[in-house]
């Protein structure tokens, strides 16, 4: 009995292991591959190849991507709003209207970036604007602020 249940976790570990080995050994694709389809290029980027943005950073993310970033929302990680886990970011720009869409599930998936460790959320405060609904414009101080963090995990939300 304790050889069947060795055999079944070291069974059980090996294919876990060529399933996280195989989803980074996907190649990137262009956008031009899905026929300008950003949803499915999205799909396939950023979530079938979610590992391989592992320990990357945002600058990785953004060569893949090779679209413009438009905006973006922190992801606060304590209740305070003290830290930020990450942020989602956007390929459009986001008004009232666009937003309403997202959050009605009438709008594209947004790609969703974990940092490896909370950031202070001073460090991004004076670049964010303050409006109703939370979301914040693309800026080169942005990306120059959170280009080099390190990524724990990407991914994507669809609503």
């Not at 070291?10 to 080995?21: C, D, E, P, R, T």
């Not at 606060?76 to 886990?85: A, H, K, P, V, W």
């Not at 604007?129 to 120059?144: A, G, H, I, Q, Y």
Request: glycine residues 4%.
């Amino acid at each position: 009995m304790k050889k069947i249940i060795l055999i079944y976790l070291v069974v059980l570990l090996f294919s876990g292991m060529i399933k996280l080995n195989a989803q980074c050994t996907l190649p990137y694709k262009p956008i031009s591959m899905f026929n300008n389809d950003t949803e499915s290029f999205i799909n396939y980027n950023f979530s079938d190849r979610a590992d391989c943005y592992k320990d990357k950073t945002l600058v990785e993310v953004m060569a893949d991507l090779k679209l413009p970033i438009k905006s973006f929302i922190c992801i606060d990680s304590d209740e305070n709003g003290t830290t930020f886990d990450g942020i989602s970011i956007f390929l459009a720009p986001l008004d009232y209207i666009t937003y309403q869409k997202l959050f009605n599930g009438k709008f594209f998936s947004k790609i969703v970036i974990k940092w490896k460790t909370s950031r202070n959320l001073s460090e991004i405060e004076p670049l964010l604007r303050t409006t109703k609904v939370n979301w914040d414009n693309w800026t080169p101080e942005v990306e120059n602020l959170l280009k080099n963090i390190p990524i724990g995990e990407v991914g994507i939300l669809k609503r």
